[in-house]
């Protein structure tokens, strides 16, 4: 069972993707993560980069990523530029990683896009993860360093909080660590009742 486990900037979702990923026979994928892999392994991704962005997007090899960061965040059209670049090799990575990991009974799919990616598709059961707009901005400014309008930005630029929520099957409120354990604890133990089912 594939279980995609999103939210917004600073909701929490690495926390809660992680904490489902302590059950046994559980195995996680962080797109973000693998992403960024990627971004430096992949001539594909590299090459289009450049084409898209100029040769300033790497130096020796490695991937400037505030240079990038300054051109995508501020403007939309060109996130999606990068999106469309990036995301369709982390999918295919990704399915890669399915194979590899068949005898599991759950894989974690944490995604930050995983709706704008379309990567809701492959999904069997989709986790948000809710956290105020307050709680999110501190959490990112003290995370990043960052300025309360930086974050503000980033915020501005994913989908939002209530659309991803229709969209899943199931909401976790992170406000305190212990609830949010008691959350997964209890959609896990679902989970697990409906693949015995099955």
Avoid: W
């Avoid at 990627?38 to 400037?64: C, H, P, R, V």
């Avoid at 704008?116 to 105020?132: G, H, M, P």
């Avoid at 659309?163 to 008691?182: A, C, G, P, R, W």
């Amino acid at each position: 069972m594939i279980v995609g486990v999103t939210g917004g900037i600073g909701s929490g979702k690495s926390t809660v993707a992680k904490l489902f990923a302590a059950y046994p026979n559980t195995a996680i994928y962080t797109a973000d993560e693998e992403a960024k892999k990627l971004m430096n392994a992949s001539k594909i991704i590299a090459d289009k980069l450049i084409f898209e962005f100029g040769n300033e997007t790497y130096q020796n090899g490695e991937l400037q990523r505030d240079f990038l960061a300054k051109i995508v965040f501020q403007n939309p059209e060109k996130l999606a530029i990068l999106n469309s670049i990036v995301h369709p090799e982390v999918r295919n990575h990704f399915q890669d990683f399915i194979k590899k990991n068949q005898d599991k009974s759950f894989i974690i799919y944490e995604n930050a896009i995983l709706f704008e990616s379309k990567s809701n598709l492959i999904c069997d059961v989709i986790v948000t993860v809710f956290a105020s707009l307050s709680t999110r901005i501190e959490r990112v400014m003290q995370r990043d360093h960052c300025t309360k309008e930086a974050v503000l930005s980033r915020i501005k630029n994913q989908l939002s909080e209530e659309s991803k929520m229709l969209q899943s099957h199931y909401v976790i409120v992170n406000d305190t660590f212990d609830n949010t354990e008691n959350q997964v604890k209890y959609i896990h133990n679902i989970l697990t009742e409906k693949r015995v089912s099955i």
